[in-house]
């Protein structure tokens, strides 16, 4: 389910998709994926980085070296959240940076029973 909802001054992109793992097991998926999946985007992000906060990783990046974003993916039991703030100055790039998160999940994240 991907809803965009306005957030003060920013669109939120919102991803949500079930996994068929354990919490633990789901959150060492999203370490192990998350340097190929930046690679994907090629030199057009730069300064990633992450963390974790309990069962919710914060995450940061700049794309095009000009706009710095930032969200979390929370996971639970069953499901990975992924929400994201989008800066008005990056809006009109928020269609293309769901299709792209969109298609890489379905490429690499294996449909739930």
């Keep these: 389910m991907t809803t965009v909802r306005m957030c003060y001054h920013a669109y939120v992109m919102q991803i949500t998709r079930r996994h ?14 998350l340097e190929e999946m930046l690679q994907q985007f090629g030199d057009s992000v730069s300064d990633a980085t992450h963390w974790w906060r309990g069962d919710t990783m914060e995450f940061a990046f700049r794309a095009a ?7 979390t993916l929370a996971v639970t039991e069953t499901d990975f959240h992924l929400d994201m703030p989008f800066p008005f100055l990056a809006k009109s790039f928020e269609p293309r940076a769901e299709e792209e998160v969109n298609r890489w999940l379905d490429d690499n994240l294996p449909p739930s029973p």
């Design 65 to 71: 070296g000009l706009v710095s974003f930032s969200g």
């Design 20 to 33: 068929n793992r354990t919490k633990q097991q789901a959150k060492s998926w999203v370490e192990e994926m």
